[in-house]
């Protein structure tokens, strides 16, 4: 391959649950992640992570079950299809205790969280990990979460994006606005802990939401989190060119994905951004050994616990569409819902997608690209997606775990340092200056720095909404 000048980044992809993205493989014997409950699975994978000097463990999280395939969660509940499922946000402070460098991208939907509280549980664990947190930003598409919530059904697609508009003014206005920087003293001497002068109410009177309060919190290191984001609709897009810092995107060809890549960077563009302000990340998964044949026969060994059928019970979840209606052979259709508008486009746009295919696609029990072979081979691959498509970096999926993220650290890892691809020591700081080298907080080129509490004790914006 030729030499490229662009570091890899690398998110390891999970979820504080057993069957995440490849079902199945729960059941095979060396896998440890019906574990999840304890804290040392996690705190172990954390130091196994942060061995591999990756940029961040990236947590997936779920309000709700996935019910629609046999309109039910029979299989749900045989494979463990992300249910049960636990709290994402609770396992960071152990996680950060046992690392230095590992960042966490935490998931968490706004449409069922209040902003005010939020704001303050993020805050808080940006403190405890020194600024090591990022959030991805979901606004959710399953109707069970709703029904569960109270409610009798989603909102509309692109309104639930518009109360995301909302909610994030609502948190700059909190994270940046409330509290001025210099803000604390912990002046022990004249009993002064912070001035009063320079802690602001955030009076906002808005459609969705309205706050007359302080910030609970001092200003954290990064006091925004990293911004992550994955829709890929059209209006999701809009959203990312305005908010996010990085997004995270499911490709399934380069071709498909350099598309993606370029909507993504042009959106930044329409948002007066840096179209590269935005890192891309491609979901994956690896299989690698030390030799092309270790790694074809460990391939075989996880076909063999993988469950393709659970994998087509996620995909029916993630489009809202009951696969379990379908023929074998029959086309699927196009169906108008609420769920991830993207996911249903790709599998109606030429009615070529049939539940055989996807079975076939699944075989690993997940749909995200599989590439098996050295850590040669791997590497090759790795190298040709960024430099064909112009991805930053990849969420690496765990197949058994912790074994594929040890594989990939102990074979793959080594080979990318060797060509310059990848580092070879963490930077300092927070999660946002070691992702983009350019400090911890938020640039002035984003949206929401213009919320930031300027000397003379007012916003840059006014904070009456």
Sequence with gaps: MPASSKQILLNAFNMNCVGHINHGLWTHPRDRSTEYKTLDYWTDLAKLLERGLFDGLFLADIVGVYDVYGDGIDLTLKESIQLPVNDPLLLVSAMAGATRHLGFGL??????????????????????????????????????AARAMGRPNQVDHDRRYDQADEYLEVMYKLWEGSWEDGAVMEDRGQRLYAQPGKVHKVRHQGEFYQVDGYHLCEPSPQRTPVLFQAGSSARGLRFAGRHAECVFISGQNKAATTRQVEAIRNAAREAGRDPNAIKVFMGISVITAATEAEARDKHAEYLRYASPEAGLAHYAASTGIDLSRYELDEPIRYEKNNAIESAVKTLTRNNDWTVRRILQENALGGRYPALVGSPVQVADALQSWVEETGLDGFNLTRIVTPESYADFIDHVIPELQSRGLYKTEYAEGTLRNKLFDAGDRLPASHVGADYRALTRGLPAREQQA
Excluded: C, K, Q
């Excluded at 706004?110 to 930003?137: C, K, Q």
């Design 107 to 144: 998931t968490a939907n706004l449409s069922y969280e209040t902003p005010y509280l939020f704001a303050r549980r993020m805050s808080t664990l940006d403190h405890l990990t020194r600024g090591r947190v990022g959030w991805n930003i979901v606004t959710g598409y399953l109707e069970s």
